[in-house]
């Protein structure tokens, strides 16, 4: 990787660990920046959906089934734009489930950054399957 795309992929990185900041979430706050041709085009945080509280946990502090994750989020709203994430980078702050790399492999994201690893890989390990590029960026190297 060049040394201007890895620029690119520290300061959009970055941004997505500020857009988490907007998350209500408790346990975890993620954020997701979806990029083409160095636009965005869409972002996302982990949270409830539109017409929800803004509550995530239950009274025991566990996630609410319905919480839809931030590549979730950042996806579904370029369905409801004018524009498409065929061939996009996703950059997100933790790694993604299977369920969300299912949605990033159908919506044509072809590059994948994250910073956090999370407990389970089968995400991931989907991606690149699919021949999505996955690449890991820590926070240190953020910073």
């Known amino acids: 990787m060049d040394k201007k795309q890895h620029e690119l992929d520290v300061r959009y990185m970055r941004m997505a660990h500020i857009w ?15 990029v083409k041709d160095k636009m965005i085009i869409s972002d996302g945080y982990n949270g409830t959906p539109a017409g929800f509280e803004n509550i995530c946990e239950d009274e025991d502090g566990l996630t609410k089934p319905y919480v839809l994750h931030a590549e979730a989020n950042a996806i579904t709203k370029i369905a409801r734009s004018n524009n498409n994430s065929d061939g ?9 489930c299977i369920e ?12 994948v ?25 820590p926070l240190e190297t953020n910073e």
Do not use: F, M, W
């Open 20 to 34: 988490a900041e907007n998350s209500y979430c408790q346990r975890r706050k993620v954020g997701a920046l979806i």
């Open 88 to 96: 996009a980078t996703l950059y997100v702050t933790a790694s993604p």
């Open 100 to 111: 969300c790399a299912k949605l990033i492999v159908q919506a044509g994201i072809k590059r």
């Open 113 to 137: 950054i994250y910073s956090e690893k999370y407990r389970l890989t089968d995400g991931i390990d989907l991606l690149e399957r699919a021949g999505v590029q996955v690449v890991h960026l």
